[in-house]
């Protein structure tokens, strides 16, 4: 997963934010959202670790094929973290990932790429919006939980190298961008519709979200968090040499 394109300097830390898991899991309620995140991540880093490793069988040289399994390598060991907390906050992996895994297995089978290329640009642009939507929900998370989202999310290097690649394949055909551009909004347009429905089939999830637990998000807020995950996605795209 990605680095955010649209980080800023963050506030100081209030209410739920500024907590510790021992504190803010007295909560029922919270600590129900939390489980549904954790459970939620866990999942996504699976898949992402089996789609990486599936298309490695797409790359073109060797060296590009250990570069995916090198990435799929990481997103196992973020998937390994996530169960290990699951676990250690009394809670089963298992239980807490399967809500979430025909949700992601749709999106998964829904946006198979069709070549290398597209499995490069998935990697870049459908995980770096799930990031962006994970990091805007770490913010209302305690200290505890936000570390640990924070870290799961850091950049496994599909960034440069997506970049590097496709800029490299436009440049020597034109005509590749346009069908890459294509298939970036299908993704962009698939991810966010997958995020919305993960939240609106989850109580405790959505609840955070709009404010009933954490502070600081409501309804109005959430729109503006999608627009900042559309904003970011719009400035991936020209890094790749892509209209979005």
């Known amino acids: 997963m990605e680095t955010p394109d649209n980080a800023t300097e963050a506030p100081a830390p209030t209410g739920i934010a500024a907590q510790d898991w021992a504190t803010a899991s007295a909560e029922p309620q919270y600590r129900a959202a939390v489980v549904d995140l954790l459970g939620a991540l866990a999942y996504g880093e699976?898949?992402?670790?089996?789609?990486?490793?599936?298309?490695?069988?797409?790359?073109?040289?060797l060296a590009d094929k250990?570069?995916?399994?090198?990435?799929?390598s990481a997103e196992f060991h973020h998937f390994e973290r996530l169960t290990d907390r699951l676990s250690a906050i009394d809670t089963e992996p298992t239980g807490a990932m399967e809500p979430?895994?025909?949700a992601l297995d749709d999106f998964h089978r829904q946006t198979a790429p069709s070549d290398w290329l597209?499995?490069?640009?998935?990697?870049y642009v459908g995980d770096s919006i799930a990031s962006d939507f994970y990091r805007e929900v770490a913010a209302r998370l305690d200290s505890d939980t936000r570390s640990l989202v924070l870290a799961v999310l850091d950049d496994t290097g599909h960034g440069n190298f997506a970049v590097e690649k496709v800029r490299a394949a436009i440049e020597a055909d034109p005509r590749v961008g346009g069908r890459l551009a294509l298939w970036a909004r299908r993704l962009m347009g698939e991810a966010l519709s997958q995020a919305q429905r993960v939240v609106a089939d989850r109580d405790a999830l959505s609840t955070m979200l709009v404010g009933g637990v954490a502070d600081g998000f409501d309804l109005a807020e959430v729109g503006r968090m999608f627009s900042r995950i559309t904003e970011a996605h719009t400035k991936r795209m020209a890094a790749l040499g892509l209209a979005a």
């Open 46 to 61: 699976l898949a992402a670790f089996e789609r990486l490793a599936e298309d490695a069988k797409l790359a073109p040289t």
């Open 66 to 72: 250990a570069e995916l399994a090198k990435m799929a």
């Open 100 to 102: 979430f895994a025909k």
């Open 118 to 123: 597209e499995g490069l640009v998935k990697a």
